[in-house]
């Protein structure tokens, strides 16, 4: 089973792999890829707010996104960690970092279509109901779109 772990760098993304390392078996045939779409400052934005008067802000915004990488890295680390603790070998974890494309449900999706996963795995969490339905969620998005491919969602 080829599983993508779609992962942010909160302490909950813990325990989505905690549920993923109780649930399925260490096999040479269960593939996991932790995978975490970061967001990035476009450079439209960067262009927009380029004026001398923002120009501080511009740098407080790259070292807020440089920030995000680093700590996305260290919560990949921690959750392939948890899976080779659980029994799972190096060669069937994989850790994929990358920077918002398109959006980061779209990009979820689109990882998981183009890379034939069977399973997508996500957490659920924060927003209330009003906020989900008016802003929607990332899980949500998910399961309306994903196509091909079964998503379960960690509470």
Same mark, same amino acid.
């Given at each position: 089973?080829k599983?993508?772990?779609?992962? =942010? ?15 399925v ?6 593939? @996991?890829? +932790?995978?975490?779409?970061l ?6 934005? $960067?262009?927009?707010?380029? #004026? ?12 807020? !996104?440089? $920030?995000?990488?680093?700590k996305? $890295? ?5 959750? %392939?960690? @948890?899976?080779? =603790?659980a029994?799972?070998?190096? =060669? ?5 970092i #990358?920077n918002?494309?398109?959006? @980061?449900?779209?990009?979820? @999706? ?7 996963? =069977?399973?997508?795995?996500?957490g %659920?969490?924060? +927003? ?14 998910i ?7 079964? !998503?379960?969602i960690? $509470?």
């Amino acid at each position: 089973m080829k599983i993508l772990i779609a992962l =942010d760098e909160s302490d909950y993304a813990k325990k989505v792999v905690n549920y993923v390392a109780s649930t399925v078996k260490p096999a040479a045939s269960n593939n @996991i890829t +932790l995978f975490s779409v970061l967001p990035t400052m476009s450079s439209s934005l $960067e262009k927009q707010i380029g #004026q001398p008067l923002f120009s501080e802000k511009v740098v407080e915004l790259k070292w807020m !996104v440089s $920030e995000g990488k680093k700590k996305a $890295e260290s919560m990949m680390e921690e959750c %392939r960690t @948890i899976l080779k =603790d659980a029994g799972f070998s190096d =060669d069937t974890v994989k850790v994929k970092i #990358q920077n918002k494309l398109i959006g @980061i449900a779209r990009d979820i @999706i689109a990882e998981a279509e183009n890379g034939k996963y =069977d399973t997508v795995v996500v957490g %659920r969490r924060g +927003l209330s109901a009003t906020a989900a339905f008016v802003l929607g969620s990332v899980s949500n998005k998910i399961v309306q779109n994903i196509k091909d491919c079964t !998503v379960w969602i960690v $509470e």
